[in-house]
């Protein structure tokens, strides 16, 4: 049986480009999408929110002399191509899609409820919370987080490109060390920059735990369903 009955996957806009320096990788999100199948097949409910910085963030925007608030809604629209694509993928091999936005925006995706995300997850829909928040100054880590927090998930599952938490971010510290599971407070204390501090505080306020582990490699979601100990665990 599968450790989690409902999970908000948090999947990374950057890591769906592959090998590319921009844009969408098709054989990484074929694999994102055989995966997510695999488990829906098990029978666990799955909400995922996917990143847009493969495409656009708007704080680069701004460094180049966007508007702020523009270049944030610039962000959410890449978070929509993302979400379109991997609907589109899991469409393809089956797998019955929802992608419901946070910004009107019909007939692209539906305008988001709570209760419409829950009898959809309960049809056995996978579904796509795109646009993040609706709201600039966040990030798709924040939407990640309260969407799970709304929908009732027993986890966020952070599916990211490194394997866990660690002491110091592992791509520019190779003598870094990987925690097991670790607690909110610590991660303000220690000051690890793997998840924004607003997503970090919303599960810490709402109890959700959080699970940290390599979405790159094929297997691993099913792994964690599992209940295999291949990345960290946040509680409180
Ligand atoms: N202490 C740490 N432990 C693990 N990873 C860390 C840590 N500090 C920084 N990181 C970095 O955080 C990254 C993971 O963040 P995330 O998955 O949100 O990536 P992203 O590129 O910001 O995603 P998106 O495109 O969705 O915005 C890793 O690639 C890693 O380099
Ligand atoms: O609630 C939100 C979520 C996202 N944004 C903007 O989108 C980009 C892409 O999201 P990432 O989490 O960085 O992948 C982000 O940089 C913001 O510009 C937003 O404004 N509000």
Redesign the pocket.
């Known amino acids: 049986m599968a450790k989690y009955k409902r999970i908000l996957l948090?999947?990374?806009?950057?890591?769906?480009m592959g090998s590319q320096n921009y844009g969408i990788d098709a054989q990484r999100l074929a694999e994102y999408a055989e995966q997510i199948k695999e488990v829906s097949q098990m029978g666990v409910q799955i909400g995922i929110v996917?990143?847009?910085?493969?495409i656009f963030?708007g704080l680069s925007g701004a460094a180049k002399g966007f508007d702020r608030v523009k270049g944030d809604q610039m962000g959410m629209c890449a978070t929509v191509i993302n979400s379109l694509a991997l609907s589109s993928a899991l469409n393809a091999i089956g797998v019955k899609t929802k992608v419901l936005t946070a910004i009107r925006m019909e007939p692209i995706g539906e305008f988001y409820s709570k209760w419409k995300a829950i009898e959809a997850l309960e049809d056995g829909y996978v579904c796509i919370f795109s646009a993040g928040t609706g709201n600039p100054y966040f990030?798709?880590?924040t939407g990640s987080s309260l969407r799970g927090i709304e929908i009732e998930a027993d986890v966020m599952l952070?599916?990211?490109?490194?394997d866990?938490?660690?002491?110091?971010?592992?791509?520019?510290d190779p003598a870094?060390t990987k925690f097991s599971e670790i607690t909110y407070d610590e991660i303000y204390n220690?000051g690890?920059?793997?998840?924004d501090l607003t997503a970090t505080t919303m599960c810490k306020e709402n109890n959700l735990p959080i699970y940290?582990f390599n979405m790159d490699i094929v297997g691993n979601l099913r792994r964690v369903m599992d209940g295999e100990e291949i990345g960290t665990l946040v509680h409180n």
């Open positions: 948090k999947l990374s806009g950057e890591s769906l996917i990143g847009g910085g493969n963030r990030t798709t880590d952070k599916g990211t490109r490194v866990g938490i660690y002491t110091a971010d592992p791509e520019k870094a220690r690890l920059k793997v998840m940290v």
